[in-house]
Structure formats: C-alpha cells, structure tokens
C-alpha cells in the first residue's frame, strides 16, 4: 500500500515538473513588439497620406486590443519625412494586424503616396515610463 | 437700480471674454515633445554603457514630472544601434531634463563610450494609444 502510494506520488511529481518545464519552454514572458519605421511621402500628396494615416492609426487602437501605440511623427522641418514608433502585445498581435481590414485598407490607398519605406525591428533595452 | 445691474453684469461678461481670450493666446494647449535620437555605441563598452542608461533613464522617470516617456531600444542584430523615443510634458520640461545631476552625469559617463549621435526633433501627426 505504501509503495503504491509512493509511486503516484512520484508519477503526480513528474508529471508536475514536466508541465512546468514545457510551460517554461513553450511559453515565453511576453514582451511587448517594437518596430520603428521611416517613411518619405511624396509632398503632393502628404495630405492625403496624413489623413489616411490618422484613421488607420484611430482603427487600429479603437478595434484591436493588441495594438498599445501607434505614434505617428513627422521630422521637423522635413513634414514629409514620416516617422513611426509601434508598440504590439505580442508577435502575434503585429501578425493580427497585418491581416486587418482596415491596416490592408491603409496599404491600398497610400501605396502610391509613399516613396520610401524603412521597417526597422527593435528589442527594448528600457522602457520608461512615468506612472501617473 | 436696473441700469446699475446691467452695467455691472456687462463688466463682469467682459471681464470673461477678455481673460478667456487672454488665456487663449497666451498658454497654447500643451503638446508633448518628442524627440528620437540614434546611438552608435563601441561594442566593447556596450554592457557599461547600457548600464548607464538604465540609470539615467530610471532617474528621469522617477524624478521628473515633465520626463513622460524615455523609450530605450537596440536595433535587432545590431546590439551596438541604440534607439532613443522620448516624450517630454512640454517644451520647458525637455529643458529643465538636461540641467538634472542624472543627465549630466550620464552624459560624462558615457561620453567615451558613444561613436555617434543623431538627435532629431519631431512634430506629433498622431499619438494613437490604446486606453487601459
């Protein structure tokens, strides 16, 4: 009797570490994405680009909860040079909204508006941020 | 005794108009400040230098109500590409930062340890965030 209660104390054990070490595999801590990109507009046409850019950005925030910032800047003194700063949940979340209505929509209108395109994929170093 | 009330509400109705008016052309509606920098560290020193950025960047935060965001990220693949994103409550707070004992010991610190450095000033388009 003791032995078999010995063995499915060490059956239910193993089976215990075996699921936390797949956890600790398979499911990393999430951290958010980051990716930064440059873009250079065609001046004509920077207004067009701009308000296709501002409901793209007001979407994606309203529609999808993985999607924490989407800042848009333009470099001063150079308005059609655009820059983005881009913060997802997760991997996955970037993926989701690549497939979107509305990011696909964006692409579709500005393709022709934009000259230049750099995507620059980042890792945070520390992200600071004062608590209010 | 009518006239007198008018006179008086008259007074106080321009009183308004006047500091409202005043208010409006002397304290524009506060827009952040947001500045990117981009970071060539020498590879031999990158784990100091990124020590001392934690550091300064930690400090600001906790120190200064005007520091809003300080974004550090490295270019992946590139570890010794460091970006800046960094968002200030206002011109006078970006300021007020760089006369800090934290910042200005940072910038001796790591003086020998930066190869290049490009700050560039931006313009808000839109600062899209998802609401907690």
Redesign the interface.
């Known amino acids: 009797m003791i032995v078999k209660q010995l063995l499915m104390m060490g059956a239910a054990l193993s089976a215990c570490c075996f699921f936390m070490t797949y956890r600790a595999l398979a499911i990393p801590p999430q951290e958010p994405v980051?990716r930064?990109a440059e873009l250079q507009i065609d001046p004509a046409q920077l207004d067009d680009y701009?308000a296709a850019?501002?409901e793209e950005?007001?979407d994606?925030?309203r529609l999808?909860?993985g999607?924490?910032?989407?800042?848009?800047?333009?470099?001063?003194n150079h308005?059609n040079q655009?820059?983005m700063?881009e913060m997802y949940r997760d991997q996955a979340s970037y993926l989701a909204h690549l497939e979107t209505p509305h990011f696909k929509n964006y692409k579709t209108t500005t393709q022709h508006m934009v000259e230049s395109l750099t995507l620059?994929?980042?890792?945070?170093?520390?992200?600071?941020?004062?608590?209010p």
């Open positions: 980051i930064l701009k850019l501002k950005i007001a994606s925030v999808e909860p999607v924490l910032k989407l800042y848009a800047l333009s470099v001063k308005p655009i820059r700063f620059i994929e980042t890792e945070p170093v520390l992200l600071g941020s004062r608590q």
